[in-house]
């Protein structure tokens, strides 16, 4: 396809294990974004990057969240030590590059339900 | 930490009016400031985007007005429809940190047939 896909679309975990999202940006996007959307949050940014590296991990909530990209494509992001407060979907969206006009696209989201 | 201000929170308009969107940014650096549409199950999609150095952008139905002064920019939607109902978001894109995006709160608007 030619959009932004993500894995699993619905994930239920318990609390305390650990869960992976998956991500696959557009072909050729070297910019990826994650974003998380929540009643209480609203749509909130965790990290960017670009290439393989990532500039910003401003928005990763605690250090039980982290992101890796490998080959200028695919992301995961691992939340360890699952919380019922990481409930939320998570977003994915890539962009061709960080130019002005780079629009970014985004996945249909990852539904985590933590019990 | 950006902030932008939406409101109202949930909009109900009948068809064929208007619907007015508001958000309210803080960062003072050269931004750019879209605004989504996202339907249930589904991710954001853009919907019209202007810089701040342009005061109004119009696209079909669509249009964004920004002042700069006021640091405020809205959403109208002309003749609205029902297949318009969906949740609305503005954003302030920061270019100086990878262009992420800061949302606001999003807008529920329903068009009533």
């Known amino acids: 396809g030619a959009g932004v896909s993500q894995s699993p679309s619905n994930k239920v975990t318990e609390k305390g294990k650990d869960v992976e999202l998956r991500c696959d940006p557009i072909s050729g996007h070297t910019a990826l974004y994650w974003y998380r959307q929540s009643l209480g949050q609203g749509l909130e940014f965790l990290i960017y990057f670009q290439g393989n590296s990532a500039p910003d991990k401003s928005g990763l909530p605690s250090d039980r969240f982290s992101a890796e990209r490998t080959g200028g494509s695919v992301s995961t992001l691992t939340i360890q030590r699952t919380q019922q407060e990481d409930s939320a979907v998570y977003l994915c969206?890539?962009?061709?590059?960080?130019?002005?006009?780079?629009?970014?696209?985004f996945g249909p989201g990852t539904r985590l339900t933590v019990l | 930490q950006q902030q932008v201000k939406q409101s109202p929170q949930s909009l109900i308009v009948q068809k064929g009016g208007i619907s007015i969107i508001n958000c309210a940014y803080e960062?003072?650096?050269?931004?750019?400031f879209p605004w989504y549409q996202q339907f249930p199950g589904k991710g954001p999609a853009l919907l019209i985007a202007?810089?701040?150095?342009?005061s109004e952008k119009k696209e079909g139905r669509f249009t964004i007005s920004f002042n700069k002064s006021a640091k405020q920019f809205s959403l109208h939607i002309m003749d609205s429809q029902p297949g318009d109902s969906a949740t609305y978001f503005c954003?302030?894109?920061?270019?100086?940190?990878?262009?992420?995006?800061?949302f606001g709160a999003g807008t529920i608007l329903r068009v009533k047939s």
């Open positions: 202007i810089r701040p150095d342009v």
């Open positions: 960062n003072t650096a050269f931004d750019y």
């Open positions: 954003a302030d894109r920061l270019m100086e940190y990878g262009n992420k995006l800061v």
């Open positions: 969206a890539s962009s061709l590059g960080l130019a002005e006009w780079d629009e970014q696209f």
